[in-house]
């Protein structure tokens, strides 16, 4: 199986940065495209941003221009550099891929999330 875990969040205030990682871990055969999802509390799970195997890229419109995804294939790991954030960035982000761990087929695996909290 693959394992995702997340790194990065805390507290911050609005306008202010952080730096979001998730690496990948297990007996991995491949992995396609990664992605940040963000649960605000009490709403749905959201698409954040996304990036493919080779680079291309996809973001949510209230994130374009402010946060900015970006993956290392050698370490198996994503990263979301998160600037100007806003209260309403609040919330769990999870880790997502596409992948496939050694003898099973093609899935879905999600990290155990990490808390942000931006102050007003």
């Known amino acids: 199986q693959v394992q995702l875990v997340e790194s990065g969040g805390g507290l911050v205030q609005a306008g202010g940065s952080l730096r979001l990682s998730c690496a990948a871990s297990g007996n991995i055969f491949s992995i396609n495209t990664m992605g940040w999802y963000h649960q605000a509390p009490g709403k749905q799970r959201e698409l954040v941003a996304s990036?493919?195997?080779?680079?291309?890229?996809n973001y949510a419109d209230s994130m374009k221009g402010r946060f900015t995804i970006s993956r290392d294939n050698a370490k198996n790991t994503v990263y979301l550099q998160m600037n100007s954030l806003k209260p309403e960035d609040t919330g769990v982000y999870y880790c997502n891929c596409n992948g496939r761990a050694f003898g099973r087929a093609p899935r879905e695996y999600w990290g155990q999330g990490t808390q942000v909290t931006v102050s007003s």
């Open positions: 990036i493919s195997s080779d680079g291309t890229t």
